[in-house]
Nanobody, 128 residues
Framework: QLQLEESGGESVEAGYSLRLSCRASGRTRDSYTMGWFRQAPGKEREFVAAISWNGDTTWYSDSVEGRFTISRENARDYVENTMYLQMNNLKPEDTAAYYC?????????????????WGQGTQVFVSP
């Protein structure tokens, strides 16, 4: 089992920045791709960004490319790994619940249904 816990969601004004964190514990010795997804009210869950197990490769959706940066820290002791999403120049359309997820395959970083574990989500609200 892998446990994921997000934090960092807040209410901010447009143009501000936030950094979301996702703490992964449990099967941290295994290699897995991690990703961020978001879901706005009344909309489907959508891909935001993903990062390979060693951090060498990243993927972004067109809507956040250039504004958001994904990164991760793999702890040497394998007790806990952490993933981040730095969100700059936030826009009202970024308002959503943000979820972190882990995929052991790593072959489908943008496909939500291919992820094996999910966190509970953290809410981001961006006012105009």
């Amino acid at each position: 089992q892998l446990q994921l816990e997000e934090s960092g969601g807040e209410s901010v004004e447009a143009g501000y920045s936030l950094r979301l964190s996702c703490r992964a514990s449990g099967r941290t010795r295994d290699s897995y791709t991690m990703g961020w997804f978001r879901q706005a009210p009344g909309k489907e869950r959508e891909f935001v960004a993903a990062i390979s197990w060693n951090g060498d490769t990243t993927w972004y959706s067109d809507s956040v490319e250039g504004r958001f940066t994904i990164s991760r820290e793999n702890a040497r002791d394998y007790v806990e790994n952490t993933m981040y999403l730095q969100m700059n120049n936030l826009k009202p359309e970024d308002t959503a619940a943000y979820y972190c997820a882990a995929q052991f395959s790593g072959r489908y970083p943008k496909w939500a249904r291919k992820y094996d574990y999910w966190g509970q989500g953290t809410q981001v609200f961006v006012s105009p």
